[in-house]
């Protein structure tokens, strides 16, 4: 198999795996337990915290866990127009954001919130400047991604930070494709929330984190419970899921150089030996090392993608999120309707091979050579 969706799920290292099996069978007791087998499996929770706060720059107490990316930008969200309900009742964001952060804010809309959309360019790259522009008196959060999921395009969140230091609004990032990919801390950020998850850096799957900071405040809770994560995010703690994060982040911080070179290497390959196919088309600028978005205009990207699945090759029509629907990325962007129809992204791991990537391109001019455009 050639598994080049790395932007939609990681593998889980054996060593993550190994510490997840651990905790499971021989470390599972219960961390609000009063005995030593609860004991441990806090300081187990203390203990993966503090990786990933350290990973990020920030301080244990600012890192509380979720169940998922998801969970984090809905959660921040909530919070910041919470905090900030005497502010007003406008929202700024992309509307190339995640359908984690877009569907919450269409939903705040039906609860009366106002929301201003800023538009990319037909890159797919947004400035710090029309997101500031779309800032009101009344604006309480702004909400934008570190990097695409579709184009890999990277926003400028810091600059945008800058530009928001002596305004009201509070400042979430989407840093779920950025985390261990693009070098940063929470400090060069400068958001007051941070989303992460970690199935995309070779985690399991159900385990997230928001990082609360900056000027966040009195943190709103999403669920009401027990006392777990300092009363902010009631419920057993997901143990295994936590070790296996922290162990996740470790063994991606021991080799992040290697990696991000390694990343930036098969993209350049793969820009290389892809742009041999004739009539093929890059789309998006492709600033994260991981993830690369072509076209074939006039080939259905769920033709392209099943053609290839056939052939063991795993690639994705636009998002792994949005199955079957136009990307509201690639619309935004301005894209003509042949190239949107005909895009599909390719993203990169550390386990991926020029050997892959080949396969990838001798695919991609096969179906273009035997099949027919059809629109
Ligand atoms: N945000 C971005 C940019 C993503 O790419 C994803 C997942 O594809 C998410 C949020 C959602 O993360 P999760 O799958 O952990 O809910």
Known sequence: MHYLDHAATTPVPEEVARAMLAVLTERFGNPSAQYALGREAKALVDQSRSTLAGSLGARPEQVVFTSCGTEGDNWAIRAALCQNRRVGKHIVTTAVEHSAVLQCVKQLEREGYAVSYVKPDREGRITARSVLEAV??????????????????VFPVPEIAAGLKNRPALLHTDAVQGFLKIPFTVKSLGADYVTLSAHKIGGPKGIGALYIGGRA?????????????????????????????????????????EIAAHLAACRDYARERLSAIPELRFVGPADAPHILSVSLPGYPSQNIVNDLDGRGICISAGSACHRGRASHVLTAMGLDKRTAAGTVRVSFGPETSFGDIDALADALLEHKNTRFPML
């Open 136 to 153: 009101r008196e009344d604006t309480a959060l702004v909400s934008v991604m570190l990097v695409n999921n579709e184009t890999g395009a």
């Open 217 to 257: 405040k009195n943190t709103l809770p999403l669920l009401y419970g027990g006392g777990q994560e300092n009363g902010l995010r009631p419920g057993t703690e997901a143990t295994a899921q936590m070790a296996g994060f922290a162990r996740a982040v470790e063994l991606r911080l021991e080799r992040q150089e």
